[in-house]
């Protein structure tokens, strides 16, 4: 999109939005140099046609029968004849891009977009045979863990469906929970895989931070962003993350990240070697339910683990405040100043999606929901009086906290803890009030939120069923250590002898 020469008028008016006051003759002067800079955001606008991906033409349906509102578009996307996912029907997360179907992000600000290429993540899985058969919903820029906020309407669990999903990987969870997908491909910044899937009692991971590349997703913070699989079985789970892990050169927030192995080698090994850690600061939440915490100790005494208590005091503390701090500038910086996409520092990002999100916010930002509406004012204002001085204090916190489990982990080789302090909440009422419709958004979060801002790698899976409403039990483990994760969150299904079907 060209960017036409600024008046000399204008420029003092940016200079004055700067605190900087220009002179008629000095805005004069400055244009001549503005203008010959723009010269070089011309070539660069002319040059990238020959460069820019081409969108394919790939037919897709908005879906009459979608009975837990977890669609946004179905398609037919089969995948190579062979591989490791041969034949498995995929969902994709719709802050995820499939070119060519709808990208969204949940958000009203983006209504109509079409992806303009595959994430990294979507075309792995479709080398490796999967057939993707559709985008499914997500919470508003992603920025709730309910599932009441998204631009498609609220998706109903199928468990009860005038409860919450949770989120905001809402559609994938339904699915998965209903039967009709096999995998599903998420995000998870606050909590967006495990929150779900403890809600609907399937299995979400979020791999250690920057494992599976980002490269094609719409972020909220470098820090925080994560893609990850969801599954009804760990092994579903961890074949899935054999495709999808791995560096792919175009996102910087991969660094370091060791040889991906094959995460279904030693699933099945057992978890008899393996020393547990409950961590007390996880259970006893505010807002929580003693039946959730009672069913996570008893279904991990039934794994044969080495079963302790630990404490990281951080967790309660320390962790959340730096989950917020930094989550709520960084949202600013990258849907208000990045327009969605923030930043690539060496990455690949998309310009029509900048450019889409450009228009979409300064014609509807007012109609995003309050969840969202929240966390952009709070990083808005806070970038303003303090410089986001608080932003670099929380991000150089980071270590801290990471080295407080870091410990903890020293003594034990996973932490468990309840996913969500409690079951899946009532679905809050299309009018509700501001304040209920963010309560139901954030609620949840205070178990999942800090291992976001700590990257360690960290799991959901199904322990047990109270009152007919799923428990789900989180396993943390050590950075790129997975596959122990993995390990042990099979032991736990094989010891459940399979996790419970939704009812149908």
Not at 63 to 90: C, F, H, K, M, S
Not at 140 to 169: E, F, I, M, Q, Y
Not at 241 to 264: E, H, K
Not at 337 to 353: D, E, I, K, M
């Amino acid at each position: 999109m060209p960017i036409d020469l600024p008046s000399s008028e204008v420029l003092r008016d940016t200079a004055g939005a700067l605190g900087v006051e220009l002179s008629k003759a000095d805005a004069e002067a400055y244009g001549e140099f503005v203008r010959a800079d723009l010269d070089a955001y011309a070539w660069v606008d002319a040059a990238w046609p020959r460069y820019a991906p081409v969108r394919p033409e790939r037919a897709w349906t908005v879906p009459d029968d979608n009975a837990y509102g977890a669609w946004v578009a179905r398609a037919d996307l089969p995948g190579a004849d062979e591989g490791p996912l041969a034949g498995t029907r995929i969902a994709v997360k719709n802050n995820i891009m499939v070119a060519g179907l709808p990208f969204t992000d949940g958000s009203p600000i983006l209504a109509g977009h079409l992806a303009d290429d595959d994430a990294t993540v979507v075309r792995r899985v479709l080398d490796a045979g999967a057939r993707i058969v559709g985008v499914s919903a997500c919470e508003d820029l992603c920025l709730s863990g309910g599932s009441h906020t998204g631009a498609s309407g609220p998706v109903r669990n199928p468990w009860d469906r005038t409860r919450s999903t949770g989120g905001s990987s809402s559609g994938n969870a339904a699915l998965l929970a209903a039967g009709e997908v096999d995998l599903a491909l998420g995000g998870d910044d606050g909590g967006s895989l495990r929150i779900p899937a403890s809600w609907c009692g399937v299995v979400g991971l979020k791999p250690t931070h920057g494992l599976v590349p980002c490269t094609g997703s719409a972020g909220i913070d470098p820090l925080h962003d994560h893609l990850g699989p969801m599954g009804g079985s760990v092994t579903g789970v961890a074949r899935l993350l054999s495709v999808i892990a791995g560096p792919d050169g175009l996102d910087p927030r991969q660094r370091d990240v060791p040889p991906v192995p094959d995460y279904l080698t030693d699933l099945d090994v057992g978890a008899a070697d393996l020393r547990i850690g409950l961590l007390s600061e996880g259970f006893g939440q505010a807002g929580g339910e003693a039946a959730v915490d009672d069913a996570v100790r008893s279904a991990i005494s039934s794994i044969g683990a080495d079963v302790v208590d630990i404490s990281v005091p951080e967790h309660r503390t320390l962790a959340i405040a730096l989950w917020t701090v930094i989550g709520s500038t960084g949202s600013a910086w990258t849907m208000l100043t990045g327009n969605g996409v923030g930043p690539s520092y060496g990455g690949r990002s998309s310009p029509a999606l900048i450019e889409a999100f450009a228009e979409g916010r300064r014609e509807r930002l007012g109609r995003v929901a309050p969840s969202a509406l929240r966390t952009l004012l709070t990083g808005a204002y806070t970038s303003g009086p303090a410089g986001a001085a608080h932003y670099a204090k929380a991000q150089n916190l980071v270590p801290v906290l990471r080295a407080a489990y870091d410990r903890a982990l020293t003594d034990v080789d996973l932490l468990c803890l309840p996913t969500t302090g409690m079951r899946a909440r009532p679905l809050p009422p299309p009018d509700a009030p501001i304040a209920e419709s963010i309560r139901a958004g954030m609620e949840m979060l205070a178990n999942t939120a800090p291992f976001d801002t700590s990257g360690h790698p960290a799991i959901s899976v199904p322990a047990g069923v109270v009152d007919g409403l799923p428990v789900g039990l989180m396993l943390v483990g050590r950075h790129f250590r997975d596959a122990v994760v993995l390990r042990a969150a099979r032991a736990l299904e094989v010891a459940a002898g399979g996790f419970p079907p939704a009812p149908r």
